[in-house]
């Protein structure tokens, strides 16, 4: 009998007294996907305002892209603090004050008339979505019983990529018939459609620990120095500065690593991360973020340098991604309540492989359907791969830890797309940026998690990962 057979069964049998009952679950459902859009698409939206935001504050182009990155920096930088914060104070009641901080900060955009008073707002509704991004996948695990997990973060990622694919349009919409300030509120309806079903959410009772505030900034620290660093040096700052600035972050992050192995319940969860099973899932999920946001990045300037695409005809081109995405993510998601996450992610990783030599081997005059169909391989390949390898990091964690785990799949995602973001611009100004040499490169990374997912498959990672009993749903440690 496999090993995996007597895990189903214990499983199974818990599904029928774990996670909410039907009515409930379906307007919990509901919240949890209203509050991800809520997220993506203000993370997202902004970016087609930033040329009408610049003329309007009178300042430069370059200034104004401080208006994403101060958003996604605070975003990593909060979400592992919060995760901690919330397994302190409750999971439902740091989701919704999320929201809320996340909503007042919204209406203060329409108060804005200085650039500084901008950045202050979006940093604070930065702050409000990593309060509920942080604990969503907690509330997801919650939420489903646990043969059912797979599909339920399976739905959380289709709710992102079609979220990401439709913030470029709402913002484009709103900014046709309506002032900048409204592409920030275009969010707050989600905002209130998730605080209005948010009364279904699972409540699981808060722990009783005291918050570690001093490790809460040092994991702030760390992050934000460090990425900060390596921002300012790919836009040209002085790079001693930069370098200083990196090597300050990565020696806090040293001390802190350090003083985190003797937690109890450590914000930074090197009590997860020692577990293999989740080392190799957070390496994988890191290096195909950072693959498909060096792609996702790199083709628009490749379609309208090298071949003449023009701006519409870019966004088609890669509209197939997405589009695969949302019919993939919720098959595989259900798939890996039955099938090894691990065979899954080295299936999704070789697909992806494959397409992304074929978009660097592209023809030399490429019509559309020659970009399309391969992007829409390259989706179904990451389709693949991600929902199951979020799965197994949730499910592997014992539930006293499974804000955490949920805070550290967050991180993984953002760090990845921000470290993919900042390859492809240091690979623009190499000069290299607008060719094949990127997707390359990120078949170079979807090959080293195609790896360590399939390394996932030998007995002594999974059995090394079982951990609790109570921490293993069905078929997730495999």
Not at 39 to 50: E, F, S
Not at 173 to 184: E, I, K
Not at 239 to 256: H, K
Request: hydrophobic share 55%.
């Amino acid at each position: 009998m496999p090993p995996a057979d007597p895990i189903r069964r214990a499983a199974a049998g818990a599904s029928a007294v774990d996670g909410l009952p039907a009515p409930r679950r379906y307007a919990a459902v509901a919240a949890l996907c209203f509050g991800t859009a809520l997220v993506i698409i203000d993370g997202g939206v902004a970016n087609v305002a930033l040329p009408t935001i610049a003329r309007d504050l009178g300042v430069d182009s370059s200034s104004v892209v401080a208006i994403v990155t101060v958003y996604q920096l605070m975003l990593v930088m909060l979400l592992l603090p919060f995760a901690g914060l919330g397994e302190r104070i409750g999971l439902k009641r740091m989701y919704q004050l999320g929201q809320m901080i996340f909503t007042v900060a919204t209406l203060l955009c329409f108060f804005a008339k200085s650039l500084p008073f901008l950045l202050v707002v979006r940093a604070a509704q930065a702050i409000g979505a990593a309060g509920a991004l942080s604990v969503a996948s907690a509330l997801i695990r919650q939420t489903y019983p646990s043969a059912q997990l797979g599909r339920g973060l399976g739905i959380n990622s289709v709710v992102v990529s079609s979220s990401a694919a439709a913030a470029p349009t709402i913002g484009g919409l709103v900014l046709a018939v309506a002032p900048w300030p409204w592409v920030f509120a275009s969010a707050i309806p989600f905002a209130l459609a998730s605080l209005l079903f948010g009364r279904a959410l699972p409540d699981p009772a808060p722990r009783e620990r005291r918050f570690d505030v001093l490790g809460a900034v040092m994991c702030a620290a760390m992050f934000g120095l460090v990425i900060g660093g390596a921002e300012s040096a790919v836009h040209g700052d002085s790079p001693v500065v930069s370098a200083a600035i990196v090597l300050l972050g990565g020696a806090i992050g040293v001390i802190y690593v350090r003083r985190e192995r003797g937690a109890v319940d450590p914000i930074l969860p090197v009590d997860l991360l020692a577990r293999p099973v989740i080392a190799l899932s957070t390496i994988g999920g890191f290096t195909a973020f950072v693959a498909s946001m060096t792609l996702l990045l790199s083709t628009p300037f490749r379609l309208t340098h090298e071949y003449g695409f023009t701006a519409a005809e870019v966004g088609a081109a890669i509209a197939p991604w997405p589009l695969t995405n949302m019919i993939v993510a919720p098959l595989t998601g259900w798939l890996s309540d039955r099938v090894p996450a691990g065979l899954l992610g080295g299936i999704g990783m070789a697909i992806s492989i494959v397409a992304l030599v074929l978009i660097a081997l592209m023809p030399a005059d490429p019509g559309y359907v020659d970009v399309a169909w391969r992007m829409a391989l390259c989706g179904s390949g990451f389709g693949t791969f991600l929902p199951p390898n979020a799965r197994l990091i949730i499910g592997s964690a014992p539930r006293g830890r499974v804000a955490a785990a949920g805070g550290l799949v967050s991180t993984v995602r953002l760090v990845g797309q921000t470290t993919g973001a900042t390859l492809v611009a240091a690979l623009l100004a190499m000069g290299v940026g607008a060719g094949a040499v990127p997707p390359l490169v990120s078949a170079g990374l979807a090959l080293v998690a195609g790896v360590c997912s399939l390394a996932r498959l030998r007995p002594s990672v999974r059995e090394a990962g079982s951990g609790e009993a109570e921490a293993v749903p069905a078929a997730t440690v495999r």
